[in-house]
């Protein structure tokens, strides 16, 4: 069952299903024995779960598995759902895979599909070094690709899920690729290439679990953000191939810039015309996969309060 249906049902209610286990700590109760402290998710809810008196194999069960089948019953804290864990497996395999595209853990499109894609787009950019450089970073580099490939886009607030990365570096370029046929000014392969790199510093910054799925940032994801990380991966590859110094700098201003403005994490303003249409479509997409997933949790009809969006989202009836 969706987790944002719960609260239509009564204390007592017995849930079953594989959920994400978003949060999972051990601490200690009043009477002296250990207990999981959880978070238990979909694409819908989060709530809060105890698992009382967890026994010690259970903990690295939780610790070791993003996505879980649980048994639990519905209580109420303040008016608000809160489950007591019954019990918890291990999904099967092919379970995994299903529940992933449900919970809206997974890529809507395939990931092969995504990464033909994208090297679709390679394929059509006509100016020599940003061909090169675009074709060792996302196809002569096995390693970094393979990555690139599955990882998320975020940590929680758009495209956190796998393949997310690749999803919105994608809606990114192909927008891109629209919009430069509306606008002849436009440098077509500089600004496709901005988009495709926009990101790749998020490979770096976003921890993922066994899964791929999300789990927080790594330490340098902490202290240098995907923005920083990205920027020194470009310059390290256009050294590499020796791409010119006009080039590399410019590419290095659209990934310093693409964020806008410094409260929203970027050092400078986009200064340069394809720097700010990457600011753009950079921000059209996380504002709309935002969107959805706001649309997601509540039916038509319905308003969902989005922290992320500062204002009500209304999920018109069509
Ligand atoms: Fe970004
Ligand atoms: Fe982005």
Same mark, same amino acid.
């Given at each position: 069952?969706?987790?944002?249906?719960? =609260?239509?049902?009564?204390?007592?209610?017995?849930?079953?299903?594989?959920?994400?286990?978003?949060?999972?700590?051990?601490?200690?109760?009043?009477?002296?024995?250990?207990?999981?402290?959880?978070?238990?998710?979909?694409?819908?809810?989060?709530?809060?779960?105890?698992?009382?008196?967890?026994?010690?194999?259970?903990?690295?069960?939780?610790?070791?598995?993003?996505?879980?089948?649980? +048994?639990?019953? /519905?209580? *109420?804290?303040?008016?608000?759902?809160?489950?007591?864990?019954?019990?918890?497996?291990?999904?099967?395999?092919?379970?995994?895979?299903?529940?992933?595209?449900?919970?809206?853990?997974?890529?809507? #499109?395939?990931? !092969?599909?995504?990464?033909?894609?994208?090297?679709?787009? =390679?394929?059509?950019?006509?100016?020599?070094?940003?061909?090169? /450089?675009?074709? #060792? =970073? %996302?196809?002569?580099?096995?390693?970094?690709?393979?990555? %690139?490939?599955?990882?998320?886009?975020?940590?929680?607030?758009?495209?956190?899920?796998?393949?997310?990365?690749?999803? #919105?570096?994608?809606?990114?370029?192909?927008?891109?690729?629209?919009?430069?046929?509306?606008?002849?000014?436009?440098?077509?392969?500089?600004?496709? @290439?901005?988009?495709?790199?926009?990101?790749?510093?998020?490979?770096?910054?976003?921890?993922?679990?066994?899964?791929?799925?999300?789990?927080?940032?790594?330490?340098?994801?902490?202290?240098?953000?995907?923005? @920083?990380?990205?920027?020194?991966?470009?310059?390290?590859?256009?050294?590499?191939?020796?791409?010119? +110094? !006009?080039?590399?700098?410019?590419?290095?201003?659209?990934?310093?810039?693409?964020?806008?403005?410094?409260?929203?994490?970027?050092?400078?303003?986009?200064?340069?015309? +394809?720097?700010?249409?990457?600011? *753009?479509?950079?921000?059209?997409?996380?504002?709309? +996969?935002? %969107?959805?997933?706001?649309?997601?949790?509540?039916?038509?009809?319905?308003?969902?309060?989005?922290?992320? /969006?500062?204002?009500?989202?209304?999920?018109?009836?069509?």
């Amino acid at each position: 069952m969706k987790l944002g249906d719960l =609260i239509k049902n009564p204390k007592g209610f017995k849930v079953t299903g594989i959920y994400r286990v978003s949060r999972f700590e051990v601490k200690t109760a009043k009477n002296g024995k250990a207990y999981g402290d959880c978070l238990i998710s979909d694409q819908s809810f989060d709530v809060p779960a105890k698992y009382w008196d967890i026994p010690g194999d259970m903990v690295g069960l939780f610790q070791n598995n993003g996505l879980l089948r649980i +048994e639990a019953t /519905l209580d *109420y804290f303040k008016e608000s759902p809160q489950l007591t864990i019954d019990g918890v497996k291990i999904p099967l395999q092919q379970d995994i895979d299903e529940s992933l595209q449900s919970l809206g853990l997974m890529a809507t #499109h395939s990931l !092969e599909s995504m990464y033909t894609r994208l090297r679709t787009i =390679i394929a059509g950019v006509e100016q020599p070094m940003l061909k090169q /450089l675009l074709m #060792h =970073i %996302f196809v002569e580099n096995k390693t970094f690709a393979a990555k %690139f490939v599955r990882h998320p886009g975020a940590v929680k607030n758009h495209h956190a899920y796998i393949g997310g990365l690749l999803q #919105h570096t994608l809606e990114v370029a192909e927008n891109a690729l629209a919009y430069c046929g509306h606008n002849a000014r436009i440098n077509k392969d500089l600004l496709v @290439s901005a988009a495709l790199i926009h990101d790749i510093g998020k490979v770096r910054e976003i921890d993922i679990d066994a899964l791929g799925l999300p789990v927080g940032f790594t330490k340098e994801g902490k202290l240098l953000r995907h923005i @920083s990380l990205g920027m020194e991966q470009i310059e390290a590859a256009c050294r590499e191939i020796g791409v010119n +110094e !006009e080039i590399n700098v410019i590419l290095k201003h659209c990934i310093l810039s693409h964020h806008g403005m410094p409260e929203w994490g970027s050092p400078v303003e986009p200064m340069v015309m +394809e720097a700010e249409i990457l600011h *753009y479509l950079d921000n059209l997409s996380a504002k709309a +996969e935002q %969107f959805a997933r706001e649309e997601d949790k509540v039916e038509p009809g319905e308003f969902s309060k989005s922290y992320l /969006l500062r204002r009500d989202v209304y999920r018109a009836i069509y």
